[in-house]
């Protein structure tokens, strides 16, 4: 073979391989196909992208043949591979969340120029866009059982002692589901009760509105089951499952049951926390909840073998109209709802809607489109808490549930209301708080807490838009706190946390100790804002009034203690004793803390000095029943501080990773 041969079996041989590079397709390879439960991992790798630009996107789905512009959420390529993004390949690790439906990937190419402003979501931030579709996953990811299987577990309370409810998932309803328990005392027999499961689902003709009864925020909710678990003994320790023979049997799980002969109490309160994903998606999800489960998840167990529950006021999920956010929320809770009762009031981003039954002209500004179109029938059917109430909502969806109710733990008697429907003079929420609060036995439960969304009392500026209700919240409730002895009034929304002075009318009062003219010394509610735990939107304190502009924000003396730092709040209670303690996200410690007697004397938290500064907050000597060591108690002053520095970091840092005309 001569040389001009060679030269020219190598140039097509360089032809054909320079060719066959150029023309090579782009792939997504995942692995692995198939998970066993919520939470597990794929990897997902990519490859083959020509000229990447530092927006192209990977779009999550499901189902897996839902539209392009129907995706549950979002990746950017250079955010997720930033080392490999520019040469066109990359992987990215995700966990993903059992929906029971299959997932598929699609990458799309987005440049600058192709930014629609028209599009946004709810930081205003452009919605990628669909048009140039690069490349799609041939195999679909799913899970095993996928509509089989029993998730999202939570507990609850029901109005009897001896009794626990439990609550999941499944993808299906075509046999029945059970829960079976038992005790674990050493002595017990060893039987094991089952319990048949009530089984119920919402449809998409049940949403009131966008984007709930759209095909963007739309999914298939699954099967939602319900089943009691009765006869327990008190304060023991029980193991149980959920499921069926046919179908399968969750994991093991347990909890401690109530009891109603003991004078303790532990319950761990706060609201907004949401949820959040690894995903981007059209509303911003909350990070700060994965800190505030951790922490909670420490001290139950901690707790060993003491009952405790949990109370999240309001703003639980922020759906928002996006069906498969409830289902991030609940799996991401569930190591804490499987272990102890998880209870909840309505908030306005589950309920909210133009159209709903209570909208009073005055309630105009207030009451508009926060629930997505949910109209509370998500939460009502997802959640089932003591009692009976119920509002119809002038559609034909089922009537909203789970407004208003009390129950009785330790020596505490809780109360939740409902600041999204009716609770003027008249009203079946009035006369129930009314006629609850006249009831209580103080003999039995020596405290009353009384739990709401939207604040009565609160110095976060909101511009007065909040100001119609929190009057007639003041004009008509705060009179039926006070005449009967509340001690605590707790309250989500504002997402900050604040305790003020035991108050009425704006006034702050005795705590508990006769003074001068006050012979009784009856001290009035403390308020305390608690929707810290996670949602990371947060409002500035109101300014100076003549100097509404200045970055100065003046504490009045109402208001004892107040903090940007995320976190939740633990109460433990004798009939001697309430103890409410404010954790921080950042370190897992206490940060503000308030006494109250059963007498109603406040011992610590109360006192406000001459210049009205908050210097310190003496440590007292409280001890918590988690495994832990010192209480760090911090200063307002710090704690101000502290918040207003973690909220312009989390700011500055927000900016920084959504500024697409700053990436190279």
């Not at 739309?218 to 023979?245: C, E, H, T």
């Not at 703003?315 to 190591?335: C, H, K, N």
């Not at 002038?394 to 009716?422: K, Q």
């Not at 103080?442 to 209700?469: E, I, W």
Request: include cysteine; charge should be negative.
């Amino acid at each position: 073979m001569d040389s001009n041969s060679i030269i020219t079996i190598f140039l097509i041989l360089f032809f054909i391989t320079t060719n066959t590079t150029s023309t090579a397709k782009p792939t997504i390879s995942i692995s692995p196909t198939t998970l066993s439960k919520s939470t597990n991992r794929i990897q997902l790798n990519w490859t083959g992208l020509t000229s990447p630009s530092n927006l192209d996107w990977l779009g999550i789905y499901s189902p897996p043949d839902s539209p392009h512009d129907n995706f549950i959420g979002y990746m950017f390529l250079s955010q997720s591979s930033p080392s490999t993004w520019q040469s066109g390949s990359g992987t990215i690790s995700l966990p993903l969340t059992n929906l029971r439906s299959n997932y598929s990937f699609r990458i799309f190419h987005w440049t600058e120029a192709d930014i629609d402003p028209t599009k946004q979501d709810h930081d205003h931030n452009p919605i990628p866009g669909t048009k140039d579709l690069v490349v799609e996953s041939v195999v679909e990811v799913g899970f095993e059982g996928m509509t089989r299987v029993a998730e999202q577990i939570h507990l609850a309370y029901t109005d009897k002692g001896d009794e626990m409810k439990v609550m999941f998932v499944c993808g299906d309803s075509d046999d029945d589901r059970f829960v079976r328990y038992y005790s674990e005392e050493e002595d017990d027999d060893g039987d094991v009760a089952v319990v048949v499961a009530n089984v119920g689902r919402y449809e998409r003709v049940h949403m009131c509105d966008s984007p709930a009864n759209d095909s963007i925020g739309w999914r298939d909710p699954g099967w939602v089951f319900d089943a009691v678990m009765v006869n327990l003994k008190p304060g023991i320790r029980y193991s149980y499952q959920v499921g069926s023979d046919s179908k399968g049997w969750s994991k093991l799980h347990s909890f401690v049951s109530r009891n109603p002969n003991s004078d303790e109490t532990i319950a761990f309160l706060f609201g907004d926390m949401g949820t959040a994903t690894p995903y981007s998606t059209f509303y911003r999800t909350q990070d700060e909840s994965t800190s505030t489960v951790k922490w909670i998840l420490r001290d139950i167990k901690n707790l060993g073998n003491k009952p405790a529950f949990i109370s999240h006021i309001g703003d639980i999920s922020y759906a928002r109209g996006l069906s498969w956010m409830w289902d991030e929320f609940f799996t991401q809770v569930e190591p804490i709802a499987s272990r102890v009762p998880y209870h909840v009031c309505i908030g306005n981003h589950e309920y909210d809607w133009p159209s709903q039954p209570f909208r009073p002209d005055w309630a105009s500004g207030i009451y508009r489109t926060d629930g997505g179109g949910e109209c509370g029938i998500p939460y009502s059917l997802r959640f089932n808490m003591p009692g009976n109430s119920s509002e119809l909502t002038g559609t034909n969806a089922p009537a909203t549930r789970n407004l208003y109710y009390s129950l009785d733990v330790g020596s505490v008697h809780f109360v939740y209301i409902s600041t999204e429907t009716n609770f003027l003079p008249g009203s079946g929420q009035y006369n129930f708080i009314k006629h609850d609060l006249e009831s209580v036995n103080r003999v039995k439960t020596p405290f009353v807490v009384v739990q709401g969304h939207r604040p009565m009392y609160t110095t976060g500026n909101d511009n007065n838009k909040g100001a119609p209700l929190r009057e007639r919240m003041i004009e008509h409730l705060e009179p039926l706190f006070v005449k009967n002895s509340v001690n605590l009034v707790l309250w989500g929304h504002v997402h900050r946390y604040e305790r003020f002075c035991p108050l009425n009318n704006f006034t702050c009062g005795s705590t508990g100790q006769p003074q001068g003219d006050d012979k009784d010394g009856k001290a009035y509610p403390i308020h305390v804002v608690i929707g810290m735990a996670g949602q990371d939107w947060q409002p500035v304190w109101q300014p100076r009034i003549d100097h509404p502009n200045d970055p100065i924000f003046p504490q009045p003396e109402r208001s004892m203690y107040r903090g940007g730092e995320f976190g939740y709040t633990r109460l433990f209670a004798t009939k001697e004793k309430l103890t409410f303690s404010y954790v921080g996200n950042h370190d897992g410690k206490v940060h503000d803390e308030v006494e109250i007697l059963a007498s109603g004397r406040v011992l610590n938290g109360g006192d406000t000095n001459v210049f009205g500064a908050r210097e310190k907050i003496e440590a007292v000597s409280f001890s918590w029943h988690v495994k832990g060591t010192s209480i760090l108690v911090l200063g307002t002053f710090g704690g101000y501080c502290l918040g207003y520095i973690t909220r312009t970091r989390r700011e500055y840092l927000k900016r920084q990773s959504w500024k697409l005309h700053d990436q190279v």
